[in-house]
C-alpha cells in the first residue's frame, strides 16, 4: 500500500538521501566503539531502516519493507562502505549531515504517520507509530552499541519536533478525507437532481395538460 509521498519525486530523493545520511551516522557511531565493518554495516542499516522496521511489524505489514525494499536495503549497505573508506572526510560535513539528517526526521515522521493512517489506525496509534518511525532507529542503534538513546542525551529538540509533525499530519489526513467524503456526497446529490428534475417536469406537465392514463376498456379495444 503506497501512500501519496511515496508518489512525489522530492519526497522521494529526500528520503533516500536522510535513509544514506542515517546509515552514515549509524557507522560513525559504530566506528568511534571501534567496531568491525559487520557491525558498522549493520549499525547504518539499523539506524535507516530500524523505524521503518518496528512501524511495520505493529501495523501487521509484512514483510518489513527494511527487508524487502531493494533500493532502501542498497542503500543502507552503500552509506556502511562509505563510512568505511572514508570516514574521516564525512566528520568534516557535520552541518550538510544536520540539515538532511532534519529533513529526514520530519520526512519519516509525516510518512510513518500517513502510511498508520491508510492501515486504518486510529489518530492517537497512527501519532505513535510515526514518531517510531522517525526515532526508533536511532534508539535501536544506541542501545545495541551500548550508548544513551539521542533521544535522551541530545540538548537539542529532538523528538518535539517529529511529534508536532505527526500531530499534524493526522489533522491533515482527516481534513482532507472529510472534503473527499463532502465532494464525494456532493457528486450523488447531483447525480440524483437531473432524475428527479425530469419527473418533476413530468408531473408539471401532466397538470397543464391532464393527461389520462389509458383505462381498462381502452387497452382491451387496442388489444383486438
Known amino acids: 500500500m503506497q501512500v501519496a509521498l511515496e508518489n512525489?519525486?522530492?519526497?522521494v530523493v529526500i528520503e533516500y538521501l536522510a535513509i544514506l545520511c542515517w546509515g552514515l551516522s549509524g557507522g560513525l557511531a559504530a566506528i568511534r566503539k571501534g567496531y568491525?565493518?559487520?557491525t558498522i554495516m549493520?549499525?547504518?542499516?539499523?539506524?535507516?531502516?530500524?523505524?521503518g522496521l518496528v512501524r511495520d511489524v505493529m501495523l501487521g505489514a509484512l514483510p518489513p519493507v527494511g527487508i524487502t525494499d531493494k533500493g532502501y536495503v542498497l542503500t543502507t549497505l552503500f552509506s556502511g562502505i562509505i563510512v568505511v573508506?572514508?570516514?574521516?572526510?564525512?566528520?568534516?560535513?557535520?552541518?550538510?549531515?544536520?540539515?538532511?539528517?532534519a529533513l529526514g526526521l520530519g520526512l519519516f515522521a509525516v510518512s510513518g504517520t500517513a502510511k498508520a493512517l491508510a492501515y486504518g489506525s486510529s489518530g492517537m496509534t497512527a501519532v505513535f507509530l510515526g514518531m517510531f518511525t522517525a526515532l526508533a532507529g536511532g534508539l535501536?542503534?544506541?542501545?545495541?552499541?551500548?550508548?544513551?538513546?539521542?533521544?535522551?542525551r541530545d540538548k537539542h529538540l529532538?523528538?518535539?519536533?517529529?511529534?508536532?509533525?505527526?500531530?499534524?499530519?493526522?489533522?491533515?489526513?482527516?481534513?482532507?478525507a472529510a472534503l473527499?467524503?463532502?465532494?464525494?456526497q456532493r457528486k450523488k446529490l447531483l447525480k440524483k437532481l437531473p432524475d428527479a428534475g425530469m419527473v418533476g417536469e413530468m408531473r408539471d406537465i401532466d397538470n397543464d395538460r391532464a393527461y389520462p392514463l389509458p383505462r381498462e376498456g381502452v387497452l382491451a379495444a387496442a388489444a383486438r
Open 36 to 38: 568491525d565493518i559487520f
Open 42 to 51: 549493520l549499525c547504518g542499516w539499523l539506524t535507516a531502516l530500524g523505524g
Open 180 to 184: 473527499l467524503h463532502e465532494h464525494y
Open 158 to 176: 529532538y523528538a518535539v519536533p517529529s511529534f508536532i509533525g505527526c500531530i499534524l499530519t493526522v489533522l491533515v489526513w482527516r481534513g482532507a
Open 8 to 11: 512525489n519525486i522530492v519526497f
Open 85 to 101: 573508506v572514508a570516514h574521516p572526510e564525512i566528520t568534516k560535513l557535520k552541518w550538510t549531515m544536520t540539515v538532511i539528517d
Open 140 to 152: 535501536i542503534r544506541d542501545i545495541f552499541i551500548g550508548d544513551v538513546p539521542m533521544i535522551i
